[in-house]
Each structure stands twice: as structure tokens, then as C-alpha cells.
């Protein structure tokens, strides 16, 4: 409560939690306290006034088929749901990487699983977290993903990444090291790979309003700065 008092008191909002439950461990008394987890999350999300709280799907672990993984996930997400829409928050998943404490990276990471969960989701309580950069990650083109998915998405994470050593195939080659690859970095928005004009289209085109938040910042505030200059330049280009 004091956080958020705080928060208000500047002018500012704590929209989203960015959260990574494991919902694709092969125990089930595990799976179900990370929904445990997940709904601890939700409750810490509205007490700071968010509306938005992220799942994930889960580690993509070799031994897991895919109908399994997403029959686990798919029911934990919705094991959580009515917890959020009591308290009034929307869960997002996102098309992730890797969270910084698991070994194997994220099991909805391809576009056509990610898209197979998303489509098992028939929920007010939900949608999608859209984050272009991970897609690169993937192999896989940013706006493909965007145009199957761009109706359920209700958050976006602006993003930008580039490797400091390497290959995209190197960083593939180390999937099974535990934590988020060192070799990846993320950089400043509007200078890497992704398109913003045709993922803003995207996104305008079905009506999109919600919350555009900014990862980045990591090397200096002046580089955050000119993310934040850049990416309001382009939402007042497309959205006026």
C-alpha cells in the first residue's frame, strides 16, 4: 500500500506485474502451488493498482510432448482465472525466452504452440502480452506472430535486442544453461531489429489502446531517454 501510494502520488501507474509461474513441471502437486504463486501475484498486482498480471507457460523441458505441455499449462491458466477476475485483474502470457531462473527456455516459445495455448484460452480475464524481440529469439518473424494473435493482444512490450557476442545459433546451442544468456542484451528501442510503423499498424488496426511499456535502460538513462522519445514519437504518429 505504501508503494503504491507512492506511485500515485507521482502521477504515475503500476499497470503490470511481469511474473513467471512454471506451469509445465511434470508433478502436479508443483504445478499446483505455482498456481498458488500465480494467484499471490494477482493479489500483489492490485494492491499496487495494476490490471495486468503475466503468466507463463512454462519450462520446455525435452522429456514434455506438446499436448502435454499444453494441457498442463492451459489448465493451470485457468485454474487462476477466477482468482483474477476477482480482483479485477487480466492475465497476459507472453511470447517469452527465458526466465532468468530456469534451465530450458520457454515451452510456448515457437509461434505455432504459443498460438495452439492462446487459442485454448476463451476468457475475459485474458490475453496476450506481445513482445516482438522474443519472436527474433525464435527464428520466427515478429509480425506473422502479431497478425495471428494481434485480436487477444491487450499489452506490449516495446523491446529491442541485439546479441553482444555470437550468433542467434550460438545463443540456440545454449538453451540448457541455466538463466537468461549473457551473450543477449537488450538495446536501445528503435535502433534494432524490429519494424515499430508496421507493428503499430498492426496493433492499431484491431483497435489496440492499452499499455505500451519499455524494456530497456539497461546501459544508461540517456539510452532509456531516447527509447522513451522514440516510442512516443511513433505512438502519436499512429494513434495522433
Known amino acids: 500500500p505504501e508503494v503504491r501510494r507512492r506511485v500515485?502520488?507521482?502521477?504515475?501507474?503500476?499497470?503490470?506485474?511481469c511474473c513467471s509461474p512454471d506451469f509445465t513441471h511434470p508433478d502436479a502437486d508443483f504445478r499446483r502451488r505455482q498456481v498458488e504463486l500465480e494467484k499471490g501475484w494477482i493479489?500483489?498486482?492490485?494492491?499496487?493498482?495494476?490490471?495486468?498480471?503475466?503468466?507463463?507457460?512454462g519450462q520446455r523441458r525435452p522429456e514434455l510432448a506438446r499436448k502435454q505441455g499444453i494441457d498442463c499449462a492451459a489448465g493451470c491458466i485457468e485454474a487462476c482465472l477466477p482468482h483474477a477476475a476477482a480482483a479485477g485483474v487480466t492475465l497476459v502470457i507472453e511470447n517469452?525466452?527465458?526466465?532468468?531462473y530456469w534451465r530450458w527456455p520457454e515451452f510456448a516459445q515457437k509461434m505455432d504452440?504459443?498460438?495452439?495455448?492462446?487459442?485454448?484460452?476463451?476468457?475475459?480475464?485474458?490475453?496476450?502480452?506481445?513482445?516482438?524481440?522474443?519472436t527474433l529469439l525464435a527464428g520466427e518473424d515478429p509480425l506473422e506472430l502479431l497478425r495471428r494473435v494481434k485480436?487477444?493482444?491487450?499489452?506490449?512490450?516495446?523491446?529491442?535486442?541485439?546479441?553482444?557476442?555470437?550468433?542467434?545459433?550460438?545463443?540456440?546451442?545454449?538453451?540448457?544453461?541455466?538463466?537468461?544468456?549473457?551473450?543477449?542484451?537488450?538495446?536501445?528501442?528503435?535502433?534494432?531489429?524490429?519494424?515499430?510503423?508496421?507493428?503499430?499498424?498492426?496493433?492499431?488496426?484491431?483497435?489496440?489502446?492499452?499499455?505500451?511499456?519499455?524494456?530497456?535502460?539497461?546501459?544508461?538513462?540517456?539510452?532509456?531517454?531516447?527509447?522513451?522519445?522514440?516510442?512516443?514519437r511513433k505512438m502519436a504518429e499512429h494513434w495522433g
Not at 10 to 16: I, K, Y
Request: aromatic fraction near 10%.
Open 43 to 57: 493479489d500483489m498486482t492490485a494492491a499496487l493498482g495494476g490490471q495486468y498480471c503475466r503468466v507463463l507457460s
Open 8 to 17: 500515485e502520488e507521482a502521477g504515475l501507474a503500476m499497470p503490470m506485474m
Open 96 to 100: 517469452h525466452y527465458k526466465d532468468n
Open 113 to 134: 504452440v504459443f498460438c495452439e495455448l492462446v487459442a485454448r484460452m476463451d476468457s475475459p480475464q485474458f490475453g496476450v502480452n506481445y513482445d516482438p524481440s522474443n
Open 151 to 232: 485480436h487477444r493482444v491487450v499489452t506490449v512490450h516495446a523491446s529491442d535486442r541485439y546479441l553482444a557476442e555470437g550468433t542467434l545459433e550460438d545463443l540456440r546451442k545454449e538453451e540448457n544453461v541455466e538463466g537468461y544468456a549473457k551473450r543477449l542484451c537488450h538495446g536501445e528501442i528503435g535502433r534494432g531489429l524490429n519494424d515499430y510503423d508496421a507493428i503499430f499498424t498492426e496493433l492499431k488496426s484491431v483497435g489496440f489502446d492499452g499499455w505500451i511499456s519499455i524494456e530497456d535502460g539497461v546501459e544508461s538513462f540517456d539510452e532509456l531517454e531516447r527509447s522513451v522519445a522514440f516510442l512516443r
